[in-house]
C-alpha cells in the first residue's frame, strides 16, 4: 500500500464519525483487507465553484472505484500553503455507491503565504485528503476507518485561492482598497459612475492601481476590456472614478450571475506586480448595480 494511501485511524463514532449515527461503540478491529480494498479504490478530486469563491468554501468530491457500497462520513484536506480545513456545514453520512461519487464540503484552511501553494500538472496530487469511511449505507455501516488519499485540483483553484489572498494581504500593507459607490446617471443610456477608493496607509509601501478589470456586469464605456492609463488617474482625493457601462444584456445570464459584483484590481506595490485582487461590492451598491443594467438594457 502507497504511503500516501494509508490507515490513519480506526475509531468509535465519536472521534470519527463527524455526526454518523448507528456506529457500534468500543473500539472495532477493522481488517487489513478493508484498508487495502477501499483506499486504492478512492479517488478525491478538489473542487470550488463560484459562489465558493468569496468565503474559501470548496468540496473533496469522493468517487468510488470499487464494488463495495460505502458510507462517506467525512474529510479534511491536506496541502501546501494552507492549514487544515474544516467542516463546511455539519457534516452527515452519505452512501457511496459501487461507481458513484459523493461531495464533502468544506472550508479552506488559513492562506500561508510563507510557504508556496501547490504547482501541479495534469493529473498530478495537490496534496492529500484524510477520507473517513466505512463500509455499508449511510443510515447502516460498519466500524469507520480514515485513509489518506491523494487529491488533484484539475482547475488549479489552490494556487488561484493562494495567489489572489496572498496580494490581498501585500496590498493591504500599503493601501486600504474599497468600492465606495455606484451613481446612475438621469438617462439611462449614459455611463454610470463606479467609485474606487484608494487610501495610503502610512508608512506601508506604495501601491499603485494599474489595471480595473471588467465584470460579466460591468465594462468601461470606450469598449475596452478595462480600465487602465488615464481612466486611473484619479481625482486627488483617493478616489478612482469610473465610467461603466452593462457588460452585456442577457437577462438570464445577469439573473445567474455569480461574480459580477467583484471588481478585479490589479496593483504594483513597491515596484512589483501583484495578482489580482477582488473587491467586493456593498449590497446596496449591488441593488444599484442590477438597477442600472436593468433600466440601461431596457428591462425596467
Known sequence: MSPRRALLVAATAGVLALGACDVPTGTPDVPDDVVDDVTPALDVELRQDRTQYADRRAVLHVTNGSDETLALLGGTLGVPGFGPSSPDGEPRPRTLWPGGARDVRIALGEVDCATAPPVVGHGEPAGTAEVRVARGEAEEHGPAIAVVVDVTDPHGRLAAVHAEECARRRVAEGATLRVLGLDRPADAGDPALLTVGVEPVAGGPDVSVVRVGATTLMAPADGGPAWTGDALVGDGEGRL??????????????????????????????????????????????????????EACGWG
Open 241 to 294: 472614478r469610473l465610467d461603466v457601462v452593462p457588460a452585456r444584456c442577457d437577462p438570464h445570464a445577469v439573473a445567474e450571475d455569480k461574480r459580477g459584483t467583484f471588481v478585479p484590481v490589479y496593483a504594483v506595490v513597491d515596484g512589483e506586480e501583484q495578482p489580482v485582487v477582488y473587491l467586493p461590492m456593498p449590497d446596496e451598491l449591488k441593488a444599484e448595480l442590477f438597477a442600472y443594467v436593468s
